[in-house]
Antibody
């Protein structure tokens, strides 16, 4: 069965960076986009960007350009999302989700999600 | 960017009642690439409806989606206790992918 398993809780100081991982199983990792979202405490879902595991092509939400880096390691079926220059506003649960097939076939919703990774930024 | 506006922000109903949630888009969503998700506290969102009206695997048939263009609706015909949660609409036709701000369905 398709699973996305994320790394654990992180506590960071302001100004630091954090890197969250998302390990995929149960399907061919290279064949589907991975998207990243975040959810601040008590708030809604905010889309951050996507990565194509097969080629490494990335698309970021404009808000996160320059401060977020998405990468992947196809040898271990894992996607990564790094946020730099953290502030308290970055305190949130970060989610990865599987999106559309990179081979085509139309756009797909997010049918599979990671469990979420809580990142707390505090001095 | 397609902006999605959900209403109401909070809906207070009793089990057994009918719930109607609305999602309005700032521009037409082609191919009805509109999804609905349910989120409970401490959990990841769960896909309920895709393509505006198609139930995802495991979605009970008391959930139905309708609409096209810019106006979409999620209807829960008879509320069960486990349905009280936050619901988000999302468009997946365009980048950036965008979500509505959510409707909280609470027990009256």
């Amino acid at each position: 069965q398709v699973q996305l398993v994320q790394s654990g809780v992180e506590v960071k100081n302001p100004g630091a960076s954090v890197k969250v991982s998302c390990k995929a199983s149960g399907y061919i990792f290279a064949d589907y986009y991975i998207h990243w979202m975040r959810q601040a405490p008590g708030q809604g879902l905010e889309w951050m960007g996507w990565i194509t595991p097969s080629s490494g092509v990335i698309g970021y939400a404009q808000k996160f350009q320059g401060r977020v880096t998405m990468t992947r390691d196809t040898s271990i079926n894992t996607a990564y999302m790094e946020v730099s220059s953290l502030t308290s506003d970055d305190t949130a649960v970060y989610f990865c989700a599987r999106g559309s097939a990179s081979t085509g076939g139309g756009s797909l919703p997010f049918n599979y999600w990671g469990q979420g990774t809580l990142v707390t930024v505090s001095s | 960017e397609i902006v999605l506006t959900q209403s109401p922000g909070t809906l207070s109903l009793s089990p057994g009642e009918r719930a109607t949630l609305s999602c309005r888009a700032s521009q037409s969503i082609s191919n009805s690439y509109l999804a609905w998700y349910q989120q409970k506290p401490g959990q990841a969102p769960r896909l309920l409806i895709y393509g505006a009206s198609n139930r995802a695997t495991g979605t009970p048939d008391r959930f139905s989606g309708s609409g096209s263009g810019t106006d979409f609706t999620l209807t829960i015909s008879r509320l069960e206790p486990e349905d009280f949660a936050v619901y988000y609409c999302q468009q997946y036709v365009d980048s950036p992918r965008t979500f509505g701000q959510g409707t909280k369905l609470e027990i009256k």
